[in-house]
């Protein structure tokens, strides 16, 4: 990462008091928990998005210009790397989503019926936002609103049905599962599909609520993160092709990977760790050709080129 010379760490420290000082103005109490704290002033072209432990980071793909969030979670940037949405925690344990615009430094609170939704997941246009919401009926739903706080929806809201990890198949779908199934719904809230997870990867792959599924662009192929019964219980970055229905580890044997992230031009994000090692951020193409992009990081996400 870049170093700071003295005068520029004072000029950077007058400009956080400046927009933490505007923020508060504009937002409730709870958003003082996410504190911008570091700025890059070349030009911005921000490609990624991750967790450095208690902060969140946005950066350029090389790492050397970034800008970053103290107190947040559950990095999402957007689709054309100029917006961030992440998760505030507050003092009595609700979470609710935030976007900030890194251009200006503005940022808004999404506004959902609930005290808890959190993980953020943009439309491959960046128009709308999704996310787990937990709803009266004490079930996981998905929930979508555009970042402007228009058209919140959430979707199956009648049904019994509690879903986890939603994530984007196109622009007018959404995946989610319950641990057995894989659901599809269309953005006015209608289940359109239902399959069987084990039918789909077979069975020697185990998921949990933070398994993620991702259509690729074609649909002909489904990305996701499983514990595979052979590794024990280390976590691999997979890839079902399928129309043959052949399912293919692409990270390396031995690391485990908890999260995994398909941007809609076919890029895998993924953190992973090996053996006592720390987690590490990599990227990936459909073809398991990968590569080391920050040495410590976790929960990736990344824009389009």
């Known amino acids: 990462?870049?170093?700071?010379?003295?005068?520029?760490?004072?000029?950077?420290?007058?400009?956080?008091?400046i927009i933490t000082s505007c923020n508060n103005n504009e937002t409730t109490k709870e958003s003082s928990n996410a504190i911008l704290d570091t700025v890059s002033l070349g030009n911005k072209n921000f490609a990624l998005a991750y967790q450095d432990e208690s902060k969140i980071v946005a950066t350029s793909i090389d790492t050397m210009k970034q800008i970053s969030f103290g107190g947040a979670a559950n990095p999402a940037i957007s689709p054309d790397g100029n917006k961030l949405a992440y998760t505030i925690t507050d003092s009595l344990g609700h979470r609710s989503i935030w976007v900030a615009d890194m251009e200006n430094k503005s940022q808004l609170q999404l506004r959902a019926n609930s005290g808890?939704?959190?993980?953020?997941?943009?439309?491959?246009?960046?128009?709308?936002?999704?996310?787990?919401?937990?709803?009266?009926?004490?079930?996981?739903?998905?929930?979508?609103v555009k970042p402007d706080n228009t058209g919140?929806?959430?979707?199956?809201?009648?049904?019994?049905?509690?879903?986890?990890?939603?994530?984007?198949?196109?622009?007018?779908?959404?995946v989610a599962h319950d641990l057995i199934n894989l659901y599809t719904f269309d953005i006015s809230g209608k289940l359109i599909n239902t399959q069987a997870i084990s039918s789909l990867i077979g069975g020697n792959f185990g998921v949990s609520s933070g398994s993620r599924?991702?259509?690729?662009?074609?649909?002909?192929?489904?990305?996701f993160?499983?514990?595979?019964?052979q590794n024990g219980k280390s976590e691999g970055v997979c890839i079902l092709?399928?129309?043959?229905?052949k399912v293919s580890q692409i990270s390396p044997a031995g690391m485990d990977v908890p999260y995994v992230f398909l941007t809609a031009d076919d890029r895998i994000f993924f953190?992973?760790?090996?053996?006592?090692?720390?987690?590490?951020?990599?990227?990936?193409?459909?073809?398991?050709?990968s590569k080391?992009?920050?040495?410590?990081?976790?929960?990736?996400?990344?824009?389009?080129k």
């Open 152 to 174: 919140f929806l959430v979707l199956d809201a009648a049904s019994k049905l509690n879903v986890y990890s939603p994530t984007w198949k196109g622009e007018k779908e959404l």
């Open 1 to 17: 990462m870049t170093n700071i010379s003295g005068k520029f760490a004072i000029f950077l420290i007058l400009c956080v008091a």
């Open 292 to 304: 080391l992009l920050v040495d410590k990081g976790t929960y990736p996400t990344g824009a389009l």
């Open 213 to 223: 599924f991702f259509f690729t662009n074609d649909g002909k192929k489904l990305v």
């Open 271 to 289: 953190s992973g760790s090996e053996k006592s090692a720390g987690s590490k951020i990599y990227v990936s193409d459909l073809k398991g050709n």
């Open 241 to 245: 092709d399928l129309p043959s229905k």
């Open 116 to 144: 808890n939704y959190y993980q953020a997941m943009w439309s491959p246009s960046g128009k709308i936002i999704a996310f787990n919401i937990f709803n009266e009926e004490n079930l996981w739903k998905i929930g979508i």
């Open 225 to 229: 993160n499983a514990v595979s019964k």
